[in-house]
C-alpha cells in the first residue's frame, strides 16, 4: 500500500485503508464495513438526530454534575417552594424547592441505569433461551418456546405492576419486574437467527472438528445474532423508558428523594393547574430521550435491513 | 402448472373431511396452547402471592394473635400443603371466580372486578375506536404516498405517538383542554351532579343514558370521555396506522393491482377496496393486539384521569396492599388478552384460506 500525499479520486489515508475494496486482515474487513454502514447511517438526518439526543443523554448522565449542582437537586428549600421559571431556576422549582433542571439533570441517571441494567439482564436471558431453542430444535424447542409464548402473552405494565407490588416498590425491583416482561422477544429473535444458520457449512466444519455444541453457540452463533438482537435492543429502549417511567408515576419505580423522572411528574400533578412546569418537565424529558431511541433504532434498522436485502 | 399440482390434495373427493379434520386438529392445538398460557399465567400469579414479603397469615390475623390462632388460620389458608397441592388449590379457586376478599373494599375481588371493569371497557373501546379510524386510512394514505410527504407525516407522527409518555400526555391535555380552554370536561366519568340519574344496564355510561333516553347525561359522559379516549387512541393510532402501511406496501406490489388498474378500475377503488381487501384479515390481529395494549395504557391513564376503572382499582389496591385485587385484576387482564390472541388467531383462520391450507 502506498501512502501518497496526494489527494486522488479514491479516497486516501485512514478512510482509504477503511474503504479499501480488497482488505488485507480480517479486522480491516470488519472495521470497512462498520464505516460503510455509519457513512449510511450518517446520511439519515432522523436516525442521526436519535444518535445525538441518546449520546446527550449518555453525556449528561455521565458528566452530571458538570451540568447542574447536586445540591440544587436534592435540597429543600422551602421558602422556594414552585417558583416560576426564571435564571437561577431555569425549569422552576418542585413543591419542595428543589431546582427542577438540575433534578432532571440528575434524572438522566437514574433512566439511564434502568436502561442498562434491563439489557445487561434481558439479553443473556433472551440468548439463553433462544440460542439452545433455535440450534437443537425438537423438544428442546417446544419447552423453551412455550415459555417464552407465556411470557409473551401477558400484558407487560400490568405484570409489571404485579411484580413490583409483590417486591414492594424500589428501583431495583423496577428492573426486575421490566426485565421478567422484556425478555421473550429477544428469545424469539434469536431462536429465528439460529434456526436459519444452524445447518451453515461453517459450522458443520466446526462440529467435524470436534467443537461442542456449547463452543459452537458462543464462539459461531452468537456473534452472528447479536447485530439484530442489539437493534432490536435499541427499538425496545424507548418501550422500556415508558414502562419504567410508567412505573415510576404510579409509585413503584424509583422512591423519593431519587430524581425519576415519573415520579417527578406524578408529584406535579397535585400543582398542574398553577405550576404547570412541575408535571410538564420531566415528562418532556421523559418524551425527548425516547423518541432518540426511537429514531436511532429505526435509523439502525433501516441499515440493516438495506445490508441483507 | 408445477403449482397447481402442488395443491391438488386440498381438492381431492374427500378434501372437505380433510378439511375438516385439519380445523378440528388446530383448534385444539389453539385451545391447548391457550390452555397452556393459562396454566402459566396462573402460575405467575401464584408465585407472585408467594415472593411478596408480608406474611400471608400475619396480614389476616394481625400480629397481635396468639400461637393457636396462627396456627389455626395457617392450616385454613392451606399453608401447611406441599406447594404443588397449595398451587392447584389455588388454581381451582380461580377457575371458580374466587378471588379472595378485597382488603380495602371488603368485596369479593369478583364482584369488584366486575363492577369497574365496564368503565375501563368503555374507555378502551372508545379509544380503539379512534385508532382505527383514523389508523387505517392514514396508514393507506401513507402506503400510496411511500416515500411523500403525506408518508412522511404519518411516519413521524406515530413515531412521536410511540414515544409519549401516555401519562404525561394525559396531563398536557389536561392542563390544554380542560383547564386553559375549558372544551372538555375533566377528571371522573361524568359530573356529580349526573351522578346515579341512569340504571345500571351496562355499566359503561354513554350506552346506559341512551338507553334510560337521558341525553343531558350522555352528552356530559362523552364531554368526560373524549379527551382520554382521544389521548388513548392516539397510541393506539400510531401502531395500527404504520401496521396498516407496511400491509398496504405489501399488497399495492401486488401483480394483481397492475391487474385492475389495467382493466380500467379506478385507483381510488383498487386502493381502498381491493387491497385494504385482502390487508383486513392481518389487520385483525394488529387491532386485537392493540386492544390488548390499550388496556395497559388504561392503567396509567385511568389514574391521570381518576376514571374508576380497572386501571385506577388496581393502582389503588396496590398501595393498600391489597394483593388479593392486584392478582385479581392481573388475572383478568391477562384472561382477556390470552382471549383476543385467540379470538384473532381463530378469525385469521377463519377468514384466510391460505392461513388453513399452510397449516
Not at chain 1, 51 to 77: G, K, R
Not at chain 2, 283 to 304: K, N, P, R, Y
Amino acid at each position: 500500500m502506498s501512502n501518497s500525499p496526494l489527494r486522488t479520486g479514491a479516497p486516501t489515508g485512514w478512510r482509504g485503508w477503511l474503504l479499501e475494496p480488497a482488505p488485507l486482515s480480517r479486522g480491516q474487513a470488519r472495521l470497512g464495513r462498520w464505516y460503510r454502514g455509519w457513512l449510511g447511517f450518517r446520511r439519515n438526518g432522523p436516525a442521526m438526530t436519535g444518535l445525538i439526543i441518546v449520546s446527550a443523554l449518555v453525556l449528561v448522565a455521565i458528566c452530571a454534575p458538570l451540568f447542574a449542582n447536586h445540591d440544587l437537586a436534592f435540597t429543600q428549600v422551602l421558602e422556594d417552594r414552585l417558583q416560576d421559571m426564571s435564571w437561577a431556576h431555569p425549569f422552576g422549582t418542585d413543591e419542595l424547592g428543589r431546582d427542577i433542571y438540575a433534578r432532571v439533570v440528575f434524572g438522566s441517571r437514574v433512566t439511564l441505569t434502568i436502561v442498562g441494567l434491563v439489557s445487561i439482564i434481558v439479553l443473556p436471558v433472551g440468548l439463553c433461551i433462544g440460542l439452545p431453542a433455535g440450534y437443537f430444535g425438537g423438544w428442546i424447542d417446544s419447552v423453551l418456546m412455550r415459555i417464552t409464548d407465556i411470557f409473551l402473552a401477558f400484558p407487560r405494565l400490568v405484570l409489571a405492576l404485579a411484580f413490583a407490588a409483590a417486591l414492594g416498590p424500589g428501583i431495583e425491583n423496577a428492573v426486575i419486574a421490566i426485565s421478567l416482561t422484556a425478555w421473550p422477544p429477544y428469545a424469539r429473535l434469536a431462536r429465528a437467527e439460529t434456526m436459519t444458520r444452524r445447518h451453515a457449512e461453517f459450522i458443520e466444519a466446526a462440529q467435524l472438528q470436534g467443537a461442542s455444541s456449547f463452543r459452537i453457540l458462543l464462539t459461531q452463533i452468537m456473534p452472528l445474532c447479536l447485530p439484530s438482537v442489539i437493534i432490536r435492543l435499541t427499538l425496545d429502549m424507548a418501550g422500556i423508558i415508558l414502562t419504567a417511567a410508567g412505573l415510576g408515576f404510579l409509585g413503584l419505580g424509583a422512591q423519593p428523594p431519587l430524581p425519576e423522572w415519573g415520579a417527578m411528574v406524578s408529584t406535579g400533578r397535585a400543582v398542574l393547574l398553577d405550576q404547570w412546569w412541575v408535571a410538564t418537565i420531566p415528562g418532556m424529558a421523559i418524551f425527548l430521550v425516547s423518541l432518540g431511541f426511537n429514531l436511532l433504532g429505526d435509523g439502525l434498522r433501516d441499515i440493516s435491513e438495506a445490508r441483507s436485502g | 402448472m408445477s403449482a397447481v399440482t402442488a395443491e391438488t390434495p386440498i381438492a381431492a373427493p374427500n378434501g372437505w373431511v380433510r378439511r375438516f379434520a385439519g380445523l378440528v386438529r388446530q383448534v385444539a392445538g389453539l385451545l391447548g396452547s391457550v390452555s397452556l398460557t393459562f396454566l402459566g399465567l396462573t402460575c405467575v400469579t401464584f408465585v407472585i402471592g408467594r415472593v411478596i414479603p408480608i406474611d400471608p397469615v400475619l396480614a389476616v390475623v394481625g400480629d397481635k394473635a396468639t400461637r393457636s390462632t396462627y396456627e389455626r388460620v395457617f392450616k385454613e389458608m392451606n399453608l401447611d400443603r406441599p406447594i404443588y397441592e397449595q398451587y392447584f388449590i389455588y388454581l381451582k379457586k380461580i377457575l371458580h371466580g374466587e378471588f379472595g376478599t378485597s382488603l380495602m373494599t371488603a368485596h369479593p375481588v369478583l364482584s369488584d372486578l366486575l363492577r369497574v371493569f365496564p368503565a375501563t371497557l368503555e374507555l378502551s373501546v372508545s379509544a380503539l375506536i379512534v385508532g382505527v379510524c383514523l389508523g387505517i386510512p392514514l396508514g393507506v394514505v401513507a402506503a400510496t404516498h411511500n416515500g411523500r410527504w403525506p408518508d412522511q407525516v404519518v411516519r413521524y407522527g406515530s413515531l412521536l405517538g410511540y414515544s409519549m409518555p401516555v401519562f404525561w400526555l394525559g396531563l398536557v391535555g389536561l392542563l390544554i383542554f380542560y383547564a386553559k380552554l375549558g372544551w372538555v370536561e375533566g377528571p371522573g366519568r361524568i359530573d356529580i351532579s349526573f351522578d346515579d340519574l341512569v340504571p345500571t344496564v351496562t355499566g359503561m355510561i354513554t350506552i346506559d343514558s341512551l338507553i334510560a333516553g337521558e341525553y343531558e347525561t350522555f352528552w356530559n359522559a362523552i364531554s368526560h370521555l373524549i379527551l382520554p379516549g382521544s389521548i388513548l387512541g392516539y397510541l393506539s393510532l400510531a401502531y395500527v396506522a404504520r401496521m396498516t402501511r407496511s400491509f398496504m406496501l405489501t399488497q399495492l406490489r401486488q401483480e394483481y393491482v397492475l391487474a385492475t388498474l389495467a382493466k380500467g378500475l379506478s385507483p381510488f377503488r383498487v386502493v381502498w377496496v381491493h387491497a385494504l381487501g385482502n390487508v383486513w384479515v392481518q389487520l385483525i390481529t394488529v387491532i386485537a393486539l392493540t386492544f390488548g395494549s390499550l388496556l395497559e395504557g388504561a392503567v396509567l391513564t385511568e389514574t391521570v384521569f381518576a376514571w374508576p376503572g380497572l386501571g385506577l382499582y388496581m393502582k389503588n389496591s396496590l398501595f393498600a396492599a391489597d394483593l388479593n385485587a392486584v392478582v385479581g385484576g392481573t388475572v383478568l387482564i391477562g384472561v382477556i388478552y390470552i382471549i383476543l390472541n385467540m379470538v384473532s388467531d381463530v378469525i385469521y383462520t377463519l377468514v384466510d384460506p391460505r392461513a388453513r391450507a399452510r397449516k
